[in-house]
């Protein structure tokens, strides 16, 4: 039996899985990210370093934010500048009230339908008062997230996130693994590395050595759960949430549970802020930079190399998606083989179910 | 009966699409009152078979598959109106079009025999296009324009000037004249409001340019200011590099 999803509805960007059974066995199977590349890193090399966070605003429309940070961070790195605590403070609220946004959008609009068993968000408002718990509160969201039903399913992987030791971790720390990665952004070449694969536009990255990882708010969760804000670290701990939790589902009620740290963390934030000034001049130099920071997806890398006036000579992005692209194979693959006996039509969703847990964002894999 | 929408996505980031359904302020009530029949990202049970009202596209086209596509939505539906700067004026993706192509390519991918792209080009290279929905992401305003005059039955009437009348509008003191930086609202058309002047910050022309804009005189200001012939190329190849707005200003560089 072959089942051909030649496109997965709900998720950012372009996708297909194929499903090749035989004899009650699983065969084959792709997962076929056919998005069409932009090629971002390459119309960047050419371009000047102040134009560069601007345009890699435009690789994702739900986390814009994130690569323009990932990129700024990079390219200071790159010409040694340091940005003060309060400039690091006001790029900590945009990050975190982009993952609350990204991580809503998700929730509602892409991965919660099939819960209610539905196609759409349009198709719940009328039907599900559970949906004004939205207007209500973000703890809300995550008491009717954390209530549903979801496939009792454990993946194998590595989860890798940023961490540091005083906080949640977003723009600032250290790449962490859940097997005993521990390395700054600049090692990343060591420890990762990409490959093009030929069913898929999107390049595939593994742990050297290793194989597969999972980056996003279920690892952001295992890593740093100390840190999360003890509000939605208890209502996550009433239902057996705790490191490390292996359930790929599990990544939306992770986060349902960082839309209430998020808030809590900006109120923090925002609690003695005043007016002044940030603005800071720097002076461009030749240079090579890179930086990692947590994506709404995950985790984010960007690497750049320019010269004395400020010109890109070389570029490399890494995305969340590209970093999860294995490990998700690798669930579906798992996923499929435990439930071969299913009807056609409940592998198909539950395939879908998956990959909308994984938020993937092909835009951003492609890029 | 409700009107039949179809929402498409070529090659972008899914910005557009997302900033509609984001678009809840204004947009809930009016969107209700459509059906919408096809949009991956909304919904699980769409068809992407016609006949539509009205279909909108973002993105740029940079693959032959996507010509066809094009071409047979555009068959399907009454009214066709591109949405957001790739669709609109080729945005961000069309500053491939600036170098031999190939080039860029290499410089992502060591194999290319499974990648098939194009040059970048607007939708409107292909097809006969209805209404603009420009910005990046689209203006609200615009947008909602779109949408009521698709129910009402008239041709919508979208913003036809530069950003420059909007900074005017909010009494903005001119970036251009009083700062000396670089801004590109003279000839970028209107839409969000003169968000950056209105921060201080020179506009790098997201919404791209507006119709029949001087892209020399501004390339030969920027000039009299000190810009390097590089640095006014690179203002203009940003969003919409493949315009005839832009490409003037830019040939005009490199004439001289």
């Known amino acids: ?367 | 009966m409700k009107k039949r929408l179809g929402f498409f996505k070529f090659s972008c980031c899914t910005g557009c699409q997302f900033h509609f359904f984001y678009e809840q302020r204004y947009l809930l009530e009016t969107l209700l009152n459509f059906d919408v029949v096809f949009s991956k990202i909304l919904s699980s049970s769409g068809t992407p078979d016609g006949p539509f009202d009205v279909a909108l596209i973002e993105g740029t086209v940079t693959e032959v598959w996507q010509v066809d596509e094009l071409k047979r939505i555009r068959e399907q539906s009454t009214l066709l109106f591109a949405i957001g700067s790739c669709a609109v004026s080729g945005g961000i993706p069309a500053i491939k079009a600036t170098d031999p192509e190939i080039e860029i390519e290499k410089r992502v991918y060591k194999k290319l025999s499974s990648i098939h792209s194009i040059k970048p080009y607007a939708i409107d290279a292909y097809v006969k296009v209805d209404g603009y929905i420009r910005g990046c992401p689209p203006g609200e305003r615009d947008l909602y324009e779109a949408l009521t005059s698709v129910l009402t039955d008239k041709k919508p009437d979208f913003l036809h000037y530069s950003v420059c009348v909007e900074c005017k509008l909010k009494g903005n003191t001119c970036v251009l004249v009083s700062y000396n930086v670089p801004c590109m609202g003279p000839v970028t058309n209107a839409g969000c409001g003169a968000l950056c002047p209105s921060m201080n910050r020179a506009c790098y022309s997201c919404f791209g340019p507006v119709k029949q804009a001087n892209g020399s005189a501004l390339a030969k200001k920027f000039k009299l200011m000190g810009l390097s012939k590089d640095d006014i190329i690179r203002k203009f190849t940003e969003f919409g590099a493949v315009t005839g707005e832009f490409r003037k200003a830019v040939e005009m560089m490199y004439e001289d």
């Open chain 1, 1 to 367: 039996m072959k089942i051909n999803m030649d496109y997965i509805a709900r998720v950012e960007g372009e996708s297909a899985v194929k499903i090749e059974i035989e004899d009650g066995k699983l065969k084959d199977l792709k997962l076929n990210i056919w998005e069409p590349p932009r090629f971002f890193e390459g119309f960047l090399v050419g371009r000047r370093f102040d134009e560069v966070p601007d345009i890699v605003a435009r690789i994702c429309g739900i986390c814009p934010v994130s690569h323009m940070t990932t990129a700024i961070r990079a390219i200071e790195n790159a010409i040694g500048f340091e940005p003060t605590p309060r400039i690091k403070k006001i790029r900590d609220i945009m990050a975190l009230s982009q993952i609350m946004a990204s991580h809503l959008a998700h929730l509602y609009v892409l991965a919660l339908p099939d819960y209610f068993k539905l196609n759409s968000v349009v198709e719940m408002l009328p039907k599900f008062k559970e949906l004004e718990s939205v207007k209500k509160d973000a703890f809300e969201t995550l008491k009717m997230i954390r209530e549903l039903d979801y496939p009792d399913f454990k993946n194998d992987t590595e989860y890798v996130a940023v961490t540091n030791k005083k906080d949640y971790a977003i723009n600032e720390g250290v790449i962490t693994s859940s097997h005993g990665i521990k390395a700054d952004a600049n090692d990343y070449p060591l420890i990762f590395e990409e490959s093009e694969i030929s069913y898929s536009n999107a390049k595939r990255t593994v742990i050297k050595g290793r194989g597969s990882l999972m980056t996003g708010a279920i690892a952001r969760l295992n890593l740093s759960f100390d840190l999360l804000h003890s509000d939605a670290k208890s209502v996550v701990k009433e239902i057996g949430f705790e490191p490390l939790e292996k359930n790929p589902f599990f990544n939306i009620i992770a986060q349902g549970a960082e839309i209430v740290h998020g808030i809590r963390k900006i109120i923090e934030h925002l609690e003695g802020f005043s007016e002044e000034e940030s603005f800071v001049g720097i002076k461009v130099k030749e240079g090579f930079g890179s930086a990692v920071t947590e994506a709404p997806r995950g985790m984010l890398y960007h690497q750049y190399e320019m010269n004395k006036r400020g010109i890109i000579e070389k570029a490399n992005i890494v995305t969340p998606t590209a970093h999860n692209f294995l490990s998700l194979e690798e669930g579906l693959k798992k996923l499929v083989n435990e439930n071969i006996d299913k009807p056609k039509e409940e592998i198909i969703l539950l395939c879908e179910m998956l990959v909308r847990a994984y938020d993937p964002c092909f835009s951003c894999s492609v890029h």
